[in-house]
Nanobody
């Protein structure tokens, strides 16, 4: 069974930093793009940052210059370094992956495989 497990969330003051990690495990054949999304209460889930297998990254405008996405392909892990955090960054953060994996004798592909989420709360 494939799993994406996030860690690193927590409570931090405005201006502080957190580093989120998301480790993929299971019968994974290949991981293509990985991403971080977030969802605040009462709001739609939004893309925060994406990264290709080659390391090309994109960010939502609101986090540019403050957040950095990176990945370790050998460890099947994606990171999100979040600096200069603001109260408006408060949300549940979700890891997302486009991956191919084995289930029995079948090779399956999912564009949107999700983790369970980790909460980030920034106090003012």
């Amino acid at each position: 069974q494939v799993q994406l497990v996030e860690s690193g969330g927590g409570l931090v003051q405005t201006g502080g930093s957190l580093r989120l990690s998301c480790a993929a495990s299971g019968s994974i054949v290949i991981i293509n793009d990985m991403a971080w999304y977030r969802q605040a209460p009462g709001k739609r889930r939004e893309m925060v940052a994406t990264i290709t297998s080659g390391g090309s990254a994109n960010y939502v405008d609101s986090v540019k210059g403050r957040f950095t996405i990176s990945r370790d392909n050998a460890e099947k892990t994606v990171y999100l370094q979040m600096n200069m955090l603001k109260p408006e960054d408060t949300a549940a953060y979700y890891c997302n992956a486009d991956l191919t994996y084995l289930r029995g004798s079948s090779i399956l592909h999912e564009y949107d495989y999700w983790g369970q989420g980790t909460q980030v709360t920034v106090s003012s």
